[in-house]
């Protein structure tokens, strides 16, 4: 069966850097897509990046775009996510995702996605 597993979560400072990784197993890899979302307290899960299988295309919300690296290395059967100059706004548990099928121009609803790893908090605090 298809798993996800997101780590790499932790407490950091304004303007400080994380990187999130997303392992996946019981499935071919390099077959699917990968998204990454995250969800606020209060917050409606919102997608955050998005990379093709073979890690040719990739996308960004407005909020992390020039911020935040998506990459994957299908390999290790792992995607990533670089995290810089983070913002207190930034704070959520974020979750890794994918789907057998997932229409680009709609990679940041979170309903097309079946498959979903347990989430890792990033907390950035002062």
């Known amino acids: 069966d298809v798993q996800l597993q997101a780590s790499g979560g932790g407490l950091v400072q304004p303007g400080g850097s994380l990187r999130l990784s997303c392992g996946g197993s019981?499935?071919?890899?390099?077959?699917?897509?990968i998204g990454w979302f995250r969800q606020a307290p209060g917050k409606e899960r919102e997608g955050v990046s998005y990379?093709?299988?073979?890690?040719?295309?990739?996308y960004y919300a407005d909020s992390v775009k020039g911020r935040f690296t998506i990459s994957r290395d299908n390999a290790k059967n792992t995607v990533y996510l670089q995290m810089n100059s983070l913002k207190f706004e930034d704070t959520a548990v974020y979750y890794c995702?994918?789907?057998?099928?997932?229409?680009?121009?709609?990679?940041?609803?979170?309903?097309?996605?079946?498959?979903w790893g347990q989430g890792t908090l990033v907390t950035v605090s002062s």
């Open positions: 019981g499935f071919t890899f390099d077959d699917y897509a």
């Open positions: 995702a994918t789907s057998a099928f997932i229409p680009k121009p709609k990679w940041t609803d979170y309903t097309l996605y079946d498959y």
């Open positions: 990379i093709t299988q073979s890690g040719g295309r990739t």
